[in-house]
């Protein structure tokens, strides 16, 4: 199906805008991010000036989206993003004798982080404090582990969940052998 040049330049303002509203990013963030000025990002989401090719490709790289999709007419509710089990990356080094597998999207680093980890029996994950205002949710979905924050400490049991602060030192632990967690790190 060919598109007229007209519906694309008619689309094109808003699902940029789009993009950088989604992303929570100002236009002086997609400026810096993409080399592109303050008011020229501001003209193009107007309407008021058609981009040439590499000012868009400079503006996709910023937002992360996909050049093509940018200009598709299907709606994004109409996608599911899939990262397939053998794609999802892990950290081996961090920690004890365990496995963090990162199931978030990496533009979601720094802000809300969701972490699959399997500990082996006598693992642990020692963590200094992150960002002020950090909290981190635990759901146990095998095993036990030992949760401590700053001075609170807690066991818990398959199917239990925690929250708790992770702006202090804080840490996760395998008790009584291996287990497996759910957590999510949500930065202030």
Request: aromatic share 4%; net charge negative; charged share 20%.
């Amino acid at each position: 199906m060919t598109e007229n040049s007209d519906d694309i330049l008619t689309r094109l303002p808003a699902r940029l805008k789009e993009a950088r509203r989604a992303k929570g990013l100002s236009l002086e963030a997609v400026a810096n991010l993409s080399g592109v000025s303050r008011s020229m990002v501001s003209q193009i989401e107007r309407g008021e000036s058609s981009p040439t090719i590499s000012t868009l490709w400079n503006l996709t790289r910023a937002l992360q989206v996909d050049f093509a999709g940018l200009l598709d007419d299907a709606k994004a509710t109409d996608q599911i993003e899939v990262l397939r089990k053998s794609e999802v990356p892990s950290i081996d080094n961090m920690g004890q004798n365990c496995c963090i597998r990162i199931l978030s999207p990496p533009e979601e680093a720094g802000g809300h982080e969701v972490y699959d980890i399997q500990f082996d029996d006598n693992g642990a994950l020692n963590s200094q404090p992150h960002t002020r205002g950090a909290q981190e949710q635990l759901t146990v979905l095998e095993g036990s582990v030992h949760v401590s924050s700053g001075a609170a400490n807690m066991v818990l049991h398959q199917g239990d969940t925690a929250r708790y602060a992770a702006d202090v030192s804080h840490s996760i632990s395998s008790a009584g052998g291996p287990a497996r967690v759910f957590l999510i790190v949500k930065n202030a």
